[in-house]
């Protein structure tokens, strides 16, 4: 955690472009792949958490399979981490917190319970997002029960470090019990 944590602080004091960016890949109940982009919400002991609704594809995937990657990538800096591990959904309370934290369109647009469904007319979902912004100005506290965070907690952690010469530096740390091994991987 504290290499992945130094690493982001380089990211993000470097100015690098959306360094919190991640990519949340998960299979689907067919057991195809599929993968986004997210926002990194926070690492700490429990392990590296995003956020969803919980009937979005990712969310009904998570439920069906929780194990998911992790792929952060810094071309900048030609840097990439990969993690792979089971995946828990947090508190209602972190989720609900997650939750206010976002923008009322968001958070608007969240209560619709509609994403990546198909939009055959976009007018009514203008008309969906009206009526849900009036409700979260009417209710600033109100919370979508489906919204949450989620936890990855890694059971291997992958960094690449890229080199000119084309012999990239690779570390693979894995879990061992209560403990990590570490180990070089060929580039």
Same mark, same amino acid.
């Given at each position: ?5 130094s690493?982001?602080?380089e990211?993000?004091?470097?100015g690098?472009r ?6 949340? #890949?998960?299979v ?9 982009v ?5 690492v700490?002991a ?13 969310g009904?995937?998570?439920a069906?399979?929780?194990r998911?990657?992790? !792929?952060?990538? *810094? ?14 959904p ?7 917190a997650?939750f206010?934290?976002r923008s ?5 647009? #969240? ?5 990546s ?6 007018a ?9 912004l009036a ?15 989620y !936890?990855l ?6 960094? *690449? ?18 403990? *990590?091994?570490?180990?070089?991987? *060929?580039s």
């Open positions: 955690m504290s290499l992945f944590l690493w982001l602080s990211a993000v004091t470097g690098l959306d360094p919190h960016a991640m990519v949340l #890949s998960t689907d109940e067919a057991g195809d792949p599929d993968a986004r997210l926002i990194l919400k926070g700490d429990s392990g590296w958490q995003f956020a969803g609704h919980g009937f979005s594809p990712k009904r995937q998570l069906v399979h929780p998911a990657a992790l !792929t952060f990538y *810094w071309p900048e800096h030609g840097r990439q981490v990969r993690l792979r591990g089971t995946v828990a947090c508190s209602a309370h972190d989720s609900a997650d206010l934290d009322a369109t968001a958070r608007a647009e #969240s209560l619709s319970g509609r994403q469904q198909y939009l055959t007319d976009t009514e979902r203008d008309h969906a997002l009206v009526e849900s409700l979260i100005d009417k209710e600033p506290s109100l919370v979508d029960p489906a919204w949450t965070r !936890t907690a890694p059971a291997e952690v992958e960094f *690449w470090q890229a080199a000119k010469s084309r012999v990239h530096t690779r570390l693979r740390y894995e879990r061992a019990g209560d403990s *990590w091994q570490r180990f070089r991987l *060929w």
